[in-house]
């Protein structure tokens, strides 16, 4: 049975920095690619990040660049968010997901992806 648990979330304020973590059991992902989503309240749930599991191949929205940054520990199997400078619009659940193959570019769509986690609620006062 394949689980995605993510941990890291918490409240902070704005200008500072928390890093999440998602660990995968249950299979590897070597051809696939781990993700980061987020949903604030009342909002739909938008692409945050991404990371190909073999060739370590980055893609991230506008809003975060330079800012968040995804990583992966192949040892561990486990994948990364460093989120720094902080804004309170970054508040939201964070999701961790997986796609077990991928073809060349990196999804960045929901339904595209196999394996969600239960997800981590990030907080940042202003």
């Known amino acids: 049975q394949v689980q995605l648990v993510e941990s890291g979330g918490g409240l902070v304020q704005a200008g500072g920095s928390l890093r999440l973590s998602c660990a995968a059991s249950?299979?590897?992902?070597?051809?696939?690619?781990m993700a980061w989503f987020r949903q604030a309240p009342g909002k739909e749930r938008e692409f945050v990040a991404a990371?190909?599991?073999?060739?370590?191949?980055?893609a991230n929205v506008n809003s975060v660049k330079g800012r968040f940054t995804i990583s992966r520990d192949n040892a561990k199997n486990t994948v990364y968010l460093q989120m720094s400078s902080l804004k309170p619009e970054d508040t939201a659940v964070y999701y961790c997901?997986?796609?077990?193959?991928?073809?060349?570019?990196?999804?960045?769509?929901?339904?595209?992806?196999?394996?969600w986690g239960q997800g981590t609620q990030v907080t940042v006062s202003s």
């Open positions: 997901a997986a796609k077990t193959q991928i073809r060349g570019r990196i999804p960045t769509m929901t339904n595209e992806y196999d394996y």
């Open positions: 249950g299979r590897t992902f070597s051809g696939g690619a």
């Open positions: 990371i190909s599991w073999s060739s370590g191949i980055k």
